[in-house]
């Protein structure tokens, strides 16, 4: 996997999709957004050209994993959704366990003070974030290893 250059990762959901974009030296999550678009292949597609606009090497999809370790139906749903990420944008893409991201994420709104509607049009966007940071995380310590 390449060291350099942004990279981004993916809350995905029925609804509504979060994107958090890191920096180019890969050590802050930043740039933050929310899509509402349902169609996944639209989705995709959308992705495809933020991605490539914003110069990103690397993506990151969360997995929703059951806390017994399975996967169940939007786990699959997401694995084919990176899968077709994957394809529109000619970028890696690796699955990472999101496991308790929204929930923290919903923590961390609360916690500074943002309720009911603004938390809802902004919980992906933070899950994503999360999820970043897990990404940069796991890419800091292959890069050590």
């Known amino acids: 996997m390449l060291t350099v250059g942004r990279v981004c990762a ?9 994107v958090a974009f890191s920096d180019a030296s ?70 990472i366990d999101e496991r308790r991201t929204t929930i923290d994420a919903h923590r961390i709104l609360t916690e500074n003070g943002v309720f009911r509607q603004k938390r809802k049009e902004t919980v992906d966007a933070v899950a994503a974030s999360l999820i970043l940071e897990i990404f940069l995380k796991r890419l800091a310590a292959e890069e050590h290893a």
């Open 10 to 18: 993916v809350d995905y959901g029925r609804t509504r999709t979060g």
């Open 26 to 95: 890969r050590t802050l999550a930043g740039e933050t957004t929310v899509i509402t678009e349902k169609n996944e292949r639209l989705l995709a597609e959308q992705l495809a050209a933020m991605l490539h606009e914003k110069k990103v090497t690397a993506v990151a999809v969360g997995l929703p994993v059951n806390m017994d370790g399975t996967v169940g139906p939007q786990g699959e749903k997401c694995r084919r959704f990176a899968a077709l990420l994957e394809a529109r944008a000619g970028l890696p893409v690796t699955l």
